[in-house]
């Protein structure tokens, strides 16, 4: 089955600044990669995705790039903002049978 | 659009008891519902998925007879936590899935004394 790596699992950046979360994955036949944002106590909620026949996908301060050969995926948040400091969790699927697995979670902190 | 409630999203119960969870798409119909238990800090870990009108498909580890799951239409997938104990007390999440893309509800607090 699918098997999802996140790094960091902490990661702390002044306001301003980017910040970069990396995930892999190991099955190829994953397809299907979306970001979820999780504030504490919340559900997850979806803030990008991106499907395996695209490299990039951006809307506005958030992107995500695709590198279907080495099996990772990023998350690339610019001009970081207090409010951006939540749980993001990555995740892969097989969009023909919705088998969805997640990453361990990265804590970001933004500083003001 | 793609809107998932999920109730009850706070219970305390005595152990024994049992608790049901319930999940519903409100502006679109899903074919498959999905459970979840998260722990403290920790990832979403798949309990099982529902199929409207079959038998749900639980992970590996997870006791099908413990957390009875019920997807009886389109729109409703029930989760009841059997005989419950105080291990049992997590975070329960639901979703569900539109196109490829899964919506997830608010979540249910589960206390077990």
């Known amino acids: 089955g699918e098997n999802v790596e996140q790094h960091p699992s902490t990661l702390s950046v002044q306001e301003g600044d980017s910040a970069v979360i990396k995930c892999t994955y190991s099955?190829?036949?994953?397809?299907?990669f979306p970001w979820y944002k999780q504030e504490l106590g919340k559900r997850p909620q979806l803030i990008i995705d991106?499907?395996?026949?695209?490299g990039e996908k951006k809307d506005q301060r958030i992107a995500v790039t695709l590198n279907k050969t080495a099996k990772h995926f990023s998350l690339h948040i610019t001009e970081t903002q207090p409010e951006d400091s939540a749980v993001y969790f990555c995740a892969a699927s097989n969009i023909n049978n919705n088998d969805m697995r997640f990453g361990a979670g990265t804590r970001l902190t933004v500083k003001p | 659009g793609a809107v998932v409630s999920q109730h009850p999203s706070r219970v305390i119960c005595k152990s024994g008891t049992s608790v049901k969870i319930e999940c519903r798409s409100l502006d679109f119909q899903a074919t498959t519902m999905f459970w979840y238990r998260q722990f403290p800090k920790q990832s979403l870990m798949l309990m099982a998925t529902?199929?409207?009108?079959?038998?749900?498909?639980?992970e590996q580890g997870v006791e099908k007879d413990k957390f009875l799951i019920n997807h009886a239409s389109l729109t409703l997938s029930t989760l009841t936590v059997t005989s419950a104990h105080p291990e049992d007390s997590s975070f329960y999440i639901c979703?569900?899935?539109?196109?490829?893309?899964?919506?997830f509800g608010p979540g249910t607090r589960l206390l077990v004394l």
């Open positions: 979703s569900a899935s539109l196109v490829e893309t899964q919506y």
């Open positions: 529902s199929n409207e009108g079959s038998k749900a498909t639980y």
């Open positions: 099955d190829s036949a994953s397809n299907y």
């Open positions: 991106i499907r395996s026949n695209v």
